[in-house]
Structure formats: structure tokens, C-alpha cells
Nanobody, 124 residues
Framework: QVQLVESGGGSVQAGGSLRLSCAAS????????MGWFRQAPGKEREGVAA????????YYADSVKGRFTISQDNAKNTLYLQMNSLKPEDTAMYYC?????????????????WGQGTQVTVSS
């Protein structure tokens, strides 16, 4: 059973930084996509960043390019999202997700496994 557990959310002022972590367990595939998604109240869930674990290829939403960095630590089975220069519009619940096979990396509908989410709040 795949389990994803996020941590690292919190409240920061605009311009600040946070690092989210996602501890993964139970996945037996050798190559898959893992991603970070977010959902603000009243809005649809959107892709923020994703990584193809086999090659380390990364994908980012335009809104976070240059500010967010996705990375993985295979030894720890942990996915990270380093978020710098945070803006109030980054406020949302952030979710970690995983999918096997080929997917559109930033499309949440193509991901199978989800964590419970961690809240990020950025104040102006």
C-alpha cells in the first residue's frame, strides 16, 4: 500500500521560504512520477512541480518557475519542494502525489496516490 506523508507547511510572510517534505513508502515501481499540487479555497487543484524519478526530469508550473525547486532523496524515499520568494497567492493546501507509468506531469487527474496535504499560508 502506497503511503505519502507531507510535512513542512506553515505560515510565513511574503518573500519568505518554506521546504515541504513528502515521505513515501510502499511503492514498488522502479520509475514513476511524483509531484506537488496545491488547492486554494474555491479553486481547482493545480500542478506545481513534478519529477520523473528514473531520470530526475523536472517540471514546473509557470507561476512557480525560478522560485520553487522539486528534488528527491532516493535513500530516504523523500520528495522535497523548496519554496522561495513566497507570495500571498501561493497560499493553499499542498499535496504530494505519485503515479506509475507515463502521465502528464502536472495534471492532478493522472495521479493515483495522494498524501493528506499540508497547509501553506503566506501573508502580505
Amino acid at each position: 500500500q502506497v503511503q505519502l506523508v507531507e510535512s513542512g507547511g506553515g505560515s510565513v510572510q511574503a518573500g519568505g521560504s518554506l521546504r515541504l517534505s513528502c515521505a513515501a513508502s510502499g511503492y514498488t515501481g522502479s520509475s514513476y512520477y511524483m509531484g506537488w499540487f496545491r488547492q486554494a479555497p474555491g479553486k481547482e487543484r493545480e500542478g506545481v512541480a513534478a519529477i520523473y524519478t528514473r531520470r530526475g526530469s523536472t517540471y514546473y508550473a509557470d507561476s512557480v518557475k525560478g522560485r520553487f525547486t522539486i528534488s528527491q532523496d532516493n535513500a530516504k524515499n523523500t520528495l522535497y519542494l523548496q519554496m522561495n520568494s513566497l507570495k500571498p497567492e501561493d497560499t493553499a493546501m499542498y499535496y504530494c502525489a505519485a503515479a506509475g507509468g507515463w502521465v502528464s506531469p502536472l495534471n492532478p487527474k493522472e495521479y493515483t496516490y495522494w498524501g493528506q496535504g499540508t497547509q501553506v499560508t503566506v501573508s502580505s
